[in-house]
Antibody
Framework: EVQLVESGGGLVQPGGSLRLSCAAS????????MSWVRQAPGKGLEWVAT????????YYVDSVKGRFTISRDNAGNSLFLQMNSLRAEDTAVYYC???????????????WGQGTLVTVSS | QSALTQPPSASGSPGQSVTISCTGT?????????VSWYQQHPGKAPKLMIY???KRPSGVPDRFSGSKSGNTASLTVSGLQAEDEADYYC??????????FGTGTRVTVL
């Protein structure tokens, strides 16, 4: 059974940092792109970042470029999101997802974790 | 990277059909056949319902169908059931390795 379990969320002050993790199981992790998507309270979904199978390509939404870094550990079946210089507008539930959110073929956006809440507030 | 435009709400009675539009530009929806649709129930993670404009993942009922014309994609839910009441989001690949979601549509089963 495919499972994605996020962790690392919490309350952080503006300007602070957090590192989110996503533990993957039930599939061959290094065969898939992986993505982070966020959802602010009461708002819609927003794509945050995507990483290729071997980590050689990484893409970000403009609003997080230079502040967030997506990475992965294929040996440990884990996905990460390092978030620096956090702002109030980064407050959201952060989901990890298998694949890209819109792409060709199966295995793209087909499994999601339950999310972890990040709150940026003083 | 502007969000794709969806109507805020749509509704229908059980057994009826509802169609949700998703309008973008030639740099996203209109330029690629990489449009997906997600269903999200309150407090739950999104679920993939359609990918590549009109393909259904295994396990998704054939009541759900997708299409695209120009810069607008559409999701149709036929034979509405109570469990179809949820928020629906389109997503698209966008030029230069970007991805974008729609603004979301709340579907109500009357």
């Amino acid at each position: 059974e495919v499972q994605l379990v996020e962790s690392g969320g919490g309350l952080v002050q503006p300007g602070g940092s957090l590192r989110l993790s996503c533990a993957a199981s039930g599939f061959t992790f290094n065969n898939y792109w992986m993505s982070w998507v966020r959802q602010a309270p009461g708002k819609g979904l927003e794509w945050v970042a995507t990483i290729k199978q071997d980590g050689s390509e990484k893409y970000y939404v403009d609003s997080v470029k230079g502040r967030f870094t997506i990475s992965r550990d294929n040996a440990g079946n884990s996905l990460f999101l390092q978030m620096n210089s956090l702002r109030a507008e980064d407050t959201a539930v952060y989901y990890c997802a298998r694949g890209r959110i819109a792409a060709a073929g199966r295995g793209e956006g087909d499994y999601w974790g339950q999310g972890t809440l990040v709150t940026v507030s003083s | 990277q502007s969000a794709l435009t969806q109507p805020p709400s749509a509704s229908g009675s059980p057994g009826q059909s509802v169609t949700i539009s998703c309008t973008g530009t030639s740099s996203d929806v209109g330029g690629y056949n990489y449009v997906s649709w997600y269903q999200q129930h309150p407090g739950k993670a999104p679920k993939l319902m359609i990918y590549e404009v009109n393909k259904r993942p295994s396990g998704v009922p054939d009541r759900f169908s997708g299409s695209k014309s120009g810069n607008t994609a559409s999701l149709t839910v036929s034979g509405l059931q109570a469990e179809d009441e949820a928020d629906y989001y389109c997503s698209s690949y966008a030029i230069s390795n970007n991805y974008v979601f729609g603004t979301g549509t709340r579907v109500t089963v009357l």
